[in-house]
């Protein structure tokens, strides 16, 4: 720690950011044409590696929040004041942008009342980390008395329900079943559990699922975690990654191999790559464990020199924008490689065509990002609403 800055938030928030950037970088290589796109069995390798590795920076953002935030230290007026500067205006204007470049405008403005522009997909998190913000007053004056077994009962709860895509899978008896929501944006069927019925859906263990586990987890670090040496944060971190890897990679190729017959490319609708996604969503066991590894090994990170200070605290505090306007430089850069290195085995470097395409995007988006923002939020007045 720094003064009263945690130092390893902000390595983890830079690394998590360029980890959102692989994420987006791997996309191409398997949704495309009607929705889903994927050439060859390499290509779903390097997918299924790619992807898997970085899946977990998502619910890494949520427990650094929650360790920074929760439970809220001041006023909810002046919380919330402080989140509409912070979240919505800048969130606000890069979804104007968005309708303005992508698609039909004036039909893109009518969508936005209901929700965000897909074709900006990766929007959705603003929704979400509101939604958290939200729920964060209601339970602050918990979070301020809980003790360490009560706290651990809940996390285990959460855990456990962290199973329920699977068994839900299980249940369907297809990996295929799929329903449509607004827009065509393809979700997996519900098969329901504990209580959901066609008319409900408030399960038994609605209210303990989804994201809130990750805001428990930062608050049990924050009141809670003891600070281990290097051996024993890896003995815990490494285990809990390799699971959650090994999960993540084999049941994303499983899921391909038993779609394709062993038979590529593979085309389809969204709902087919929708359903090989099963494995890396953010409320699964398998990823869950990879978060658990992520952060217990960030946690060590105390590095805060004339490195720190010039690079990875400038580019920590202006992460949130570089997430808001990633979309538009990656889609270039995405582009600009796939037509300078071709396309899969076929490309002018074989089956390294793809990992290289995938680290070079991901690399050109984060720097360029990186310097865009940390240079708009140097103008103070107009950089915080514009990157946060």
């Keep these: 720690m720094e003064g009263n800055r945690e130092i390893w938030i902000d390595w983890m928030r830079v690394i998590s950011c360029f980890l959102v950037m692989v994420i987006h970088s791997t996309e191409p290589f398997y949704l495309g044409g009607d929705g889903t796109l994927l050439l060859s069995k390499t290509d779903a390798f390097w997918v299924a590696l790619f992807d898997s590795f970085a899946r977990a920076c998502v ?3 949520v427990v650094a929040s929650s360790y920074l935030l929760f439970p809220i230290r001041y006023s909810t007026r002046e919380f919330f004041q402080r989140r ?16 303005l470049v992508w698609g039909e405008p004036v039909q893109n403005f009518k969508d936005l009342l209901f929700n965000f522009n897909y074709a900006a997909g990766h929007l959705w998190f603003v929704y979400m980390i509101v939604g958290l913000y939200l729920v964060m007053p209601l339970l602050s004056p918990w979070a301020e008395k809980v003790g360490r077994k009560e706290l651990l009962f809940f996390l285990g709860l959460c855990f456990l329900f962290s199973f329920i895509p699977f068994i839900r899978e299980a249940g369907i008896g297809s ?3 799929c329903i449509y929501g607004p827009g065509g944006i393809p979700m997996q069927a519900k098969y329901p559990l504990w209580g959901e019925a066609s008319w409900n859906e408030f399960g038994i263990f609605y209210y303990l699922s989804g994201f809130i586990g990750y805001l428990l987890l930062g608050l049990y670090l924050r009141k ?3 600070k281990l040496n290097w051996g024993r944060t890896l003995a815990v971190a490494l285990p809990c990654f390799l699971i959650g890897f090994v999960v993540c990679v084999c049941g994303f190729i499983n899921r391909v191999m ?4 062993g038979v590529f490319p593979i085309g389809g609708e969204c709902s087919v790559a929708a359903v090989w996604e099963t494995p890396w969503f953010y409320d699964t066991f398998s990823v869950a464990l990879m978060t658990i590894g992520w952060v217990l090994f960030f946690r060590k990170f105390h590095y805060g ?3 720190f200070r010039c690079v990875v605290l400038p580019v920590s505090k202006a992460s949130y924008g570089m997430y808001l306007c990633l979309m538009l430089v990656l889609s270039m850069f995405a582009a600009l490689y796939r ?3 071709g396309i899969g085995a076929e490309g002018s470097i074989g089956i390294m065509t793809t990992p290289v395409e995938i680290i070079l995007t991901a690399v050109s988006s984060f720097i360029t ?10 103008f103070s007045h107009v950089g915080r609403y514009v990157v946060g």
């Design 59 to 61: 619910p890494v953002f």
């Design 84 to 99: 509409v500067v912070r979240i919505l205006i800048p969130f606000l204007i890069w979804t104007i942008v968005y309708a």
């Design 175 to 177: 990996k295929a079943v």
């Design 224 to 226: 809670f975690g003891s």
């Design 258 to 261: 038993e779609t394709s017959g």
């Design 305 to 307: 020199g004339r490195f």
């Design 339 to 341: 037509g300078t290195l």
């Design 369 to 378: 990002t990186a310097l865009a923002c940390v240079l708009v939020q140097k």
